[in-house]
């Protein structure tokens, strides 16, 4: 390849990766061609950008970009595949629904999620919980209206009895 034509390749992924606030790095060269086909079908339905890359190139890329990358360089060993994605979580849950089904491939090498470093496969289970910004403004959301919900019912309900009881007094008086 030559360097004019790497260049290009790195600015590309560079420009990825600036699109994308999280992204995962994945091993998915055992992958048969039915399993890639179906694991890239996954990808676009959960809006996650799935693209293969050479480990110098990223990691070129990766140097290019502001911020510290450089706990994600040990990683890059071996085949790779880079997922990007706005959610936080959609790449973990993906993987980890595709290895219930086929215990094998794809393998979390590591990711970057919230400006946070996660490396190694026993990381998966923690990138699944992880809440995306949708998820955790609804939960703010939900407390905030909690506290309104319980005033409301709670003079709801005691106007009933409040009512209740001052049209029994009013009658007891007859």
Do not use: W
């Not at 061609?33 to 996954?42: G, H, P």
């Not at 502001?66 to 890059?76: F, K, N, T, W």
């Not at 919980?129 to 019912?153: G, R, W």
């Amino acid at each position: 390849m030559k360097k004019e034509d790497k260049s290009v390749i790195i600015g590309q992924i560079a420009e990825t990766l600036k699109e994308y606030p999280n992204f995962y790095l994945v091993e998915t060269a055992g992958l048969n061609a039915a399993k890639t086909s179906e694991l890239r079908r996954a990808c676009f339905k959960a809006d996650v950008k799935l693209v293969v890359v050479k480990n110098t190139l990223l990691h070129k890329a990766l140097e290019q970009l502001e911020g510290d990358y450089s706990e994600l360089y040990g990683a890059l060993e071996g085949p790779t595949s880079l997922m990007c994605t706005q959610v936080a979580n959609a790449p973990a849950k993906l993987i980890k629904d595709f290895v219930k089904k086929d215990d094998t491939l794809p393998r979390l090498k590591a990711a970057y999620v919230e400006e946070t470093v996660y490396v190694g496969a026993d990381q998966l289970d923690t990138l699944a919980t992880i809440k995306s910004k949708n998820e955790l403004i609804a939960d703010v959301i939900a407390l905030l209206q909690s506290p309104a919900k319980n005033v409301v019912s709670a003079l709801t309900s005691g106007g009933t009895k409040l009512h209740g009881i001052l049209e029994t007094l009013s009658k007891k008086e007859d």
